[in-house]
């Protein structure tokens, strides 16, 4: 520890190696020089002051109890220290002598635990936030098949030509849109369907571009700088759609009709140097990534905007929903990567984000049923709790030429597939169902008959995600769906 011994005059009469290591000076210009040169300038005054009256009625005081202080080094710079006082009387001369403490390591930690407990209080809030997000998609999505399902069997019924047909088409579109919104609350929630197939990113990127492009006003330039040899990355293809879909319209949002926007791709050994630049959320990933960035010369973001802009529902446009980023965020994550941003206020934007070449544990639902029942007006039968979703499923199936069974209690359904399973051609089941959840009940159906095909009607939260169905072939309906897609489905899980 530094110490020194100080008399009366100030002047420093003995000091430690400690001290000199400390203060930064040969023992030499420490010993027989005053004190004041250790405290900063603007404490001197005070602190002859506090030595004079410390003399009048020396004691000992203990190191914590002092002020705020702080040493001063030879190069200018200042240590926070805690400095304890000890008077002593060696042959009738008085001296105190000093203990100090350097308080930058405590700080430090200090500093750290405060970061890391705003860290964990982040954690929680987005937490929750994604679990509400989640819940609230979720029902929104069932909601969403009733409002999209009916429109688009209205708008086939009616004649084309007229008004109401136009009314119904409106709803489909409001429908669609509202259907967009919630598919992204999911990505943030970490929910998603997800199917996992080694992808090379820029076959994707460049079969993508056309669809890119009407993004992008006219006067924005769009140009790619692929990365040759790129490794294959075990991605969903639609979710990395999504991730530029949302990176490159806010691009040209932000540009408001002029500038350039790239999109590049590259091989990335990370190193721990590359977190240090911009903002960085996600797992910090080690070993070999591809990278995929999407920069723009636009406005840029405001230093203290940058860690909001990430936040469901943060948004600085008026039609924004403050969605894209979020949703972004939860896709990175989900594929076990990371996304940094990095921008200068009228330079422009880069978001990287960058994807494990690794395989991820994400099981896709396998592709349709075997060939199985063919019959005149072949027996569906629906297991969904929702009245709604039930109305529209049976409504759809009809106009499919399927006649259909509905329970809206999955113990229900199992007694029904017991009774009729001889009949029944297909069964269109909900995951997430009170009771018995859809996997449970797509065991039991099977124990009854192994070969059934089964479609899934999936809202996607993580629970339906991470469902497993043992290699099993069935079918899977995103929830909201459209008589057409219902059709379509179902006609490919029994075909
Ligand atoms: N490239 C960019 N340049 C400048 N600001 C950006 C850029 N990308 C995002 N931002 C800022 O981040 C905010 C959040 O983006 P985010 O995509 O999450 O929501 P949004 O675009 O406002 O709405 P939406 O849900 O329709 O995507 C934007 O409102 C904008 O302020
Ligand atoms: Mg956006």
């Not at 005070?46 to 001063?72: F, I, K």
């Not at 080094?73 to 403490?101: K, M």
């Not at 926007?261 to 721990?272: D, E, N």
Request: net charge negative; aromatic share 4%.
């Amino acid at each position: 520890m530094p110490m020194m011994l100080v008399a009366r005059d100030g002047v420093i009469r003995m000091a430690n190696e400690a001290t000199c290591t400390l203060a930064e000076l040969p023992q030499a210009q420490l010993i027989g020089s005053s004190v004041d040169q250790l405290v900063p300038a603007a404490a001197r005054a005070a602190h002859s002051r506090w030595r004079a009256d410390y003399l009048e009625a020396p004691e000992r005081r203990p190191m914590g109890s002092g002020r705020d202080l702080a040493l001063t080094r030879a190069d200018g710079s200042t240590v926070p220290v805690e400095i304890g006082l000890n008077p002593l009387q060696v042959e009738g001369e008085r001296f105190v002598l000093c203990s100090i403490i350097d308080l930058r390591e405590r700080q430090r930690a200090e500093r750290d635990r405060a970061q890391l407990e705003i860290e964990a209080a982040e954690a929680d809030r987005l937490r929750s936030l994604k679990l509400m997000a989640g819940g609230v998609a979720h029902d929104f999505n069932n909601m969403l098949v009733s409002v999209l399902g009916n429109a688009s069997l209205l708008a086939g019924a009616l004649d084309p030509e007229s008004e109401l047909c136009e009314w119904a088409q409106d709803i489909e579109q409001a429908a669609t849109q509202a259907a967009e919104l919630a598919k992204q609350m999911l990505a943030f929630s970490g929910g998603g369907q997800f199917v996992v197939e080694p992808t090379d990113l820029n076959a994707l990127i460049r079969g993508f571009l056309p669809l890119i492009k009407t993004l992008v006003p006219r006067s924005v330039m769009l140009r790619t700088r692929l990365a040759e040899d790129l490794p294959p990355v075990p991605v969903d293809r639609g979710q990395i759609r999504q991730i530029l879909t949302n990176l490159v319209s806010n691009a040209a949002d932000a540009m408001k009709g002029e500038g350039s926007i790239v999109l590049r791709t590259s091989t990335i050994t990370i190193v721990p140097e590359l977190f240090e630049q911009g903002i960085w959320l996600g797992d910090r990933l080690t070993g070999t990534c591809v990278g995929i960035d999407v920069s723009d010369d636009g406005p840029g973001i405001p230093p203290d905007s940058l860690r909001k802009i990430f936040e469901p529902f943060y948004t600085t446009r008026k039609e924004g929903h403050g969605m894209g980023l979020a949703a972004v965020l939860g896709i990175v994550k989900a594929h076990g990567g990371c996304i940094s941003v990095y921008s200068e206020l009228g330079q422009g934007t880069t978001f990287k984000v960058f994807l494990p070449v690794r395989e991820v544990g994400h099981d896709g639902p396998a592709e349709a049923a075997e060939p199985d029942v063919s019959s005149a007006q072949p027996l569906v039968l629906v297991i969904d709790d929702e009245d709604a979703v039930r109305r529209f499923a049976a409504r759809a199936l009809a106009r499919g030429g399927y006649r259909a069974e509905l329970a809206g209690d999955p113990r229900d359904g199992i007694e029904m597939f017991r009774t009729l399973h001889q009949q029944i051609a297909l069964v269109l089941l909900d995951l997430s169902m009170p009771h018995l959840n859809g996997r449970e009940v797509y065991r039991l159906l099977q124990r009854i008959d192994p070969d059934v095909p089964v479609v899934v009607m999936s809202g996607f939260s993580q629970e339906e995600i991470t469902l497993r169905f043992a290699g099993r072939r069935i079918g899977v309906l995103q929830k909201p769906f459209t008589t057409k897609v219902l059709l379509e489905t179902v006609a490919s899980a029994m075909s």
